[in-house]
C-alpha cells in the first residue's frame, strides 16, 4: 500500500536534526528507499520511467521544507569538519563567492598604480593617502579567499578606496590630455612592431639565402684540390652513357656541393637499377671545381655522373636570352643592386625576396633550355636541389604524358596556387591569354618529353613572354610564373604522392604523406642546410650525409 503524504513527513520530520552527510546519502538512495517501502505490491519501476514515477509520488512542498530545514541546521555545524565551503548554505548558491575580494585586489592594484605617478610627480600628500588606504585595504583583504571570509567593515573600506582613486584620476589627469597621449603612445608602438616585423622578415630571408660558413669551407677545400690534380684524373667514368636516350637521364642544376650530394644519393640509394641512372649536373664557375671533387672522390655506385660548367655555354648569351639581355639594361642594375642596398633593415625588407641573387643566376632560368643542353635526349627528369628522394623515380619514364611537354604535380587547393596567385591579371597580355583559376604547379620534380618540347617550340615562348615581362609588368619575380605561361594547357598532372612540398615552411604535413611521397620537397626559407630547418623533417636529409667524411668534419658540419 502506498503511503500518505502524512506518512512521510512525519518521516521527513526525524530526519530534520540528522547530520548532513546522512541527508545527502538519503537523496542518493532515495528510490531504493521507496522501492522498500513499496514492497512487492508495486513492481520496481525501469529506466528513463524511474525518476519521473518517484517523483510523481513525492510532493514538492515537502522537498522545500527539507531543504529549508537542513539548510538552518548546517549553519551550526562546526567549520571545521565540513569547511568553509557548504553546498546547502545560501550564501554559496553564487557561484561567484569571490567578487568583492577581486574587487578590493584590483583596488589594491589600481593604488600602487597612482602611488608610484604620484611618486614621480612629487605628488607626496596623494602618496602619502593612497599608502594609509592601502594599508586599511590589505588588512582588511588579509587571506580572504571568498567574500564570505571578509570583516563587516569590508564595503566601507572598498567604498573609501574608490573614492580616493576618484579623487586622484582626476586630480592627477586631464582626460582629454590623457586620450591623446595614449592614442599617440599607440601609434608609436604599432609603427615600432611594423618595423620589427619588418627586419624579422629581412633577416629571416637574408638568412634563408646565405650560404653557411661550413659548407662554404666544404666548397673551398674540395675547389683546391680539385685543381691540385692533374688533368687525368680529373674525368668521370661511364661518359658513353651520358647521350644513350635509353637509360634515365636526371638534370640538375645547383652552386650547393652538399644539398647536390643528398639529391644523388638518396635517388641512387632508393634506384631499383642504379647503374642506368644518368645525372646531368650545372653548376657556376665559382663552384665548378668543388663539385666536380666531391663526385671524383664518392662516385654514385654504379651510376654515371657528369659536371659542367654554365659560363662554358657560350651560346647562352645576351643576344639570344631575354633574361641576360634585361639584366644588362640600366634599369634593371637600379634594381637589382642600387635599389638592392637600403639605409635601414625595414626600408629594404619589402622588396628583398624580389631581389634574391638566384633569380639573376642563369642556373635558375637553364631549366627553359633543357633541349639545348641536352640535344641528344629524348626525355629528362628535372630535379631542384633541396629535395630528396625516397622512393624508385623509374616509373615517372613510363609515365604517359598525353602529348603534354610537362610532367607536375599540381598544387593548387580549393583557392590556392592557382594563376591569379603568380599573375598580373589586370595586364590585358595576361587577361586575354589565360584562365585566373587555372591550377598551379610545382617546379622540383618535373619530367619533361624533350621530343614535344621541340615541336612545339616551348624555348620560343619562353622567350616571348620573358622579352613582354621587361618592366616586370606581367610578374615580379622567379622562373615558375614564366613557367605557368610557357607550360600552359602542356603540363600533364601527376599523381600527389610523387612530389610532398612544403617542407621548408609548413609545419602541419601530415606524416603519412611525408611517408608516402617518392620526393620530399623543401621549398620555402627553412632548407634543410640551414639552422632555420624545421627540426622535424631535417632527419629526413640528414640521413643522406656521411658526417664521418673528412671534409665534412674538417669543416664541422654538424646534424
Same mark, same amino acid.
Given at each position: 500500500?502506498?503511503?500518505?503524504?502524512?506518512?512521510?513527513?512525519?518521516?521527513?520530520?526525524?530526519?530534520?536534526?540528522?547530520p548532513?552527510? !546522512?541527508?545527502?546519502?538519503?537523496?542518493?538512495?532515495?528510490?531504493?528507499l521507496? !522501492?522498500?517501502?513499496?514492497?512487492?505490491?508495486?513492481?520496481?519501476?525501469?529506466?528513463?520511467?524511474s525518476?519521473?514515477?518517484?517523483?510523481?509520488?513525492?510532493?514538492?512542498? +515537502?522537498?522545500?521544507?527539507?531543504?529549508?530545514?537542513?539548510?538552518?541546521?548546517?549553519?551550526a555545524?562546526?567549520?571545521?569538519?565540513?569547511?568553509?565551503?557548504?553546498?546547502?548554505?545560501?550564501?554559496?548558491?553564487?557561484?561567484?563567492?569571490?567578487?568583492?575580494?577581486?574587487?578590493?585586489?584590483?583596488q589594491?592594484?589600481?593604488?600602487? +598604480?597612482?602611488?608610484?605617478?604620484?611618486?614621480?610627480?612629487?605628488?607626496?600628500?596623494?602618496?602619502?593617502?593612497?599608502?594609509?588606504?592601502?594599508?586599511e585595504?590589505?588588512?582588511a583583504?588579509?587571506?580572504?579567499?571568498?567574500?564570505?571570509?571578509?570583516?563587516?567593515?569590508?564595503?566601507?573600506?572598498?567604498?573609501?578606496?574608490?573614492?580616493?582613486?576618484?579623487?586622484?584620476?582626476?586630480?592627477?589627469?586631464?582626460?582629454?590630455?590623457?586620450?591623446?597621449?595614449?592614442?599617440?603612445?599607440?601609434?608609436?608602438?604599432?609603427?615600432?612592431?611594423r618595423?620589427?616585423?619588418?627586419?624579422?622578415?629581412?633577416?629571416?630571408?637574408l638568412?634563408?639565402?646565405?650560404?653557411?660558413?661550413?659548407?662554404?669551407?666544404?666548397?673551398?677545400?674540395?675547389?683546391?684540390?680539385?685543381?691540385?690534380?692533374?688533368?687525368?684524373?680529373?674525368?668521370?667514368?661511364?661518359?658513353?652513357?651520358?647521350?644513350?636516350?635509353?637509360?634515365? !637521364?636526371?638534370?640538375?642544376?645547383?652552386?650547393?656541393?652538399?644539398?647536390?650530394?643528398?639529391?644523388?644519393?638518396?635517388?641512387?640509394?632508393?634506384?631499383?637499377?642504379?647503374?642506368?641512372?644518368?645525372?646531368?649536373?650545372?653548376?657556376?664557375?665559382?663552384?665548378?671545381?668543388?663539385?666536380?671533387?666531391w663526385?671524383?672522390?664518392?662516385?654514385?655506385?654504379?651510376?654515371?655522373?657528369?659536371?659542367?660548367?654554365?659560363?662554358?655555354?657560350?651560346?647562352?648569351?645576351?643576344?639570344?636570352?631575354?633574361?641576360?639581355?634585361?639584366?644588362?639594361?640600366?634599369?634593371?642594375?637600379?634594381?637589382?643592386?642600387?635599389?638592392?642596398?637600403?639605409?635601414?633593415?625595414?626600408?629594404?625588407?619589402?622588396?628583398?625576396?624580389?631581389?634574391?641573387?638566384?633569380?639573376?643566376?642563369?642556373?635558375?632560368?637553364?631549366?627553359f633550355?633543357?633541349?639545348?643542353?641536352?640535344?641528344?635526349?629524348?626525355?629528362?627528369?628535372?630535379?631542384?636541389?633541396?629535395?630528396?628522394?625516397?622512393?624508385?623515380?623509374?616509373?615517372?619514364?613510363?609515365?604517359?604524358?598525353?602529348?603534354?611537354?610537362?610532367?607536375?604535380?599540381?598544387?593548387c587547393?580549393?583557392?590556392? !596556387?592557382?594563376?591569379?596567385?603568380?599573375?598580373?591579371?589586370?595586364n590585358?597580355?595576361?587577361?586575354?591569354?589565360?584562365?585566373?583559376?587555372?591550377?598551379?604547379?610545382?617546379y622540383?620534380?618535373?619530367?619533361?618529353?624533350?621530343?614535344?618540347?621541340?615541336?612545339?617550340?616551348?624555348?620560343?615562348?619562353?622567350?616571348?613572354?620573358?622579352?613582354?615581362?621587361?618592366?616586370?609588368?606581367?610578374?615580379?619575380?622567379?622562373?615558375?610564373?614564366?613557367?605557368?605561361?610557357?607550360?600552359?594547357?602542356?603540363?600533364?598532372?601527376?599523381?600527389k604522392?610523387?612530389?610532398?612540398?612544403?617542407l621548408?615552411?609548413?609545419?602541419?604535413?601530415?606524416?603519412?604523406?611525408?611517408?608516402?611521397?617518392?620526393?620530399?620537397?623543401?621549398?620555402?626559407?627553412?632548407?634543410?642546410?640551414?639552422?632555420?630547418?624545421?627540426?622535424?623533417?631535417?632527419?629526413?636529409?640528414?640521413?643522406?650525409?656521411?658526417?664521418?667524411?673528412?671534409?665534412?668534419?674538417?669543416?664541422?658540419?654538424?646534424?
Open positions: 500500500m502506498i503511503p500518505s503524504n502524512q506518512a512521510f513527513t512525519v518521516r521527513c520530520t526525524r530526519l530534520r536534526s540528522a548532513v552527510p !546522512h541527508i545527502l546519502l538519503l537523496f542518493i538512495l532515495l528510490p531504493l521507496f !522501492h522498500a517501502v513499496l514492497g512487492s505490491q508495486t513492481p520496481l519501476i525501469r529506466d528513463s520511467s525518476s519521473a514515477s518517484v517523483s510523481s509520488m513525492v510532493d514538492d512542498e +515537502v522537498f522545500v521544507q527539507l531543504e529549508n530545514a537542513d539548510i538552518e541546521h548546517s549553519k555545524v562546526d567549520s571545521a569538519v565540513l569547511g568553509k565551503y557548504n553546498l546547502w548554505r545560501r550564501e554559496y548558491d553564487n557561484e561567484h563567492t569571490d567578487t568583492k575580494v577581486k574587487f578590493m585586489r584590483d589594491m592594484i589600481m593604488a600602487r +598604480v597612482y602611488m608610484v605617478l604620484a611618486k614621480s610627480k612629487n605628488m607626496f600628500d596623494m602618496y602619502e593617502e593612497l599608502m594609509n588606504q592601502l594599508k585595504s590589505q588588512r583583504v588579509g587571506k580572504a579567499t571568498a567574500d564570505a571570509d571578509l570583516p563587516k567593515s569590508a564595503p566601507e573600506t572598498i567604498k573609501a578606496m574608490n573614492q580616493l582613486l576618484s579623487k586622484v584620476k582626476g586630480q592627477m589627469y586631464d582626460c582629454k590630455t590623457f586620450i591623446q597621449n595614449l592614442r599617440g603612445m599607440l601609434q608609436s608602438a604599432d609603427e615600432q612592431a618595423g620589427l616585423k619588418k627586419q624579422s622578415t629581412f633577416l629571416s630571408q638568412a634563408a639565402k646565405t650560404i653557411p660558413n661550413a659548407i662554404h669551407c666544404l666548397s673551398m677545400r674540395l675547389s683546391i684540390d680539385y685543381y691540385l690534380l692533374p688533368p687525368e684524373q680529373r674525368k668521370f667514368p661511364r661518359s658513353e652513357n651520358l647521350e644513350n636516350p635509353n637509360l634515365y !637521364h636526371y638534370a640538375l642544376f645547383s652552386d650547393n656541393v652538399l644539398a647536390a650530394s643528398v639529391v644523388v644519393n638518396s635517388t641512387i640509394m632508393n634506384a631499383k637499377e642504379p647503374e642506368k641512372h644518368v645525372f646531368h649536373l650545372v653548376t657556376d664557375k665559382l663552384n665548378f671545381g668543388a663539385m666536380n671533387m663526385f671524383l672522390l664518392n662516385p654514385p655506385g654504379d651510376a654515371t655522373i657528369h659536371v659542367e660548367n654554365v659560363d662554358d655555354f657560350k651560346w647562352l648569351n645576351s643576344s639570344y636570352c631575354p633574361v641576360l639581355r634585361q639584366l644588362e639594361s640600366s634599369a634593371m642594375k637600379e634594381y637589382y643592386f642600387t635599389a638592392a642596398h637600403p639605409t635601414t633593415l625595414s626600408a629594404g625588407s619589402s622588396n628583398l625576396k624580389y631581389r634574391n641573387p638566384k633569380y639573376l643566376s642563369m642556373l635558375n632560368h637553364l631549366r633550355y633543357l633541349p639545348q643542353v641536352y640535344p641528344k635526349l629524348n626525355k629528362i627528369l628535372f630535379l631542384d636541389d633541396d629535395i630528396v628522394v625516397q622512393k624508385d623515380l623509374t616509373p615517372l619514364w613510363y609515365e604517359d604524358l598525353k602529348g603534354n611537354v610537362n610532367g607536375a604535380v599540381e598544387t587547393g580549393e583557392s590556392f !596556387h592557382r594563376f591569379d596567385k603568380y599573375l598580373n591579371f589586370s590585358p597580355h595576361i587577361a586575354q591569354n589565360f584562365d585566373s583559376n587555372a591550377c598551379g604547379w610545382a622540383g620534380m618535373n619530367m619533361f618529353d624533350l621530343d614535344t618540347w621541340k615541336k612545339k617550340d616551348i624555348t620560343g615562348i619562353y622567350h616571348k613572354w620573358q622579352t613582354l615581362n621587361e618592366d616586370r609588368a606581367l610578374w615580379k619575380l622567379g622562373t615558375l610564373p614564366p613557367g605557368l605561361l610557357t607550360f600552359y594547357k602542356l603540363t600533364h598532372p601527376l599523381k604522392s610523387w612530389h610532398v612540398l612544403g621548408g615552411y609548413n609545419p602541419s604535413i601530415d606524416r603519412s604523406e611525408i611517408e608516402n611521397a617518392a620526393v620530399v620537397h623543401y621549398n620555402g626559407n627553412m632548407k634543410p642546410w640551414l639552422e632555420l630547418a624545421m627540426t622535424k623533417y631535417r632527419p629526413l636529409w640528414t640521413r643522406y650525409i656521411n658526417y664521418d667524411h673528412s671534409y665534412i668534419r674538417n669543416c664541422k658540419l654538424r646534424t
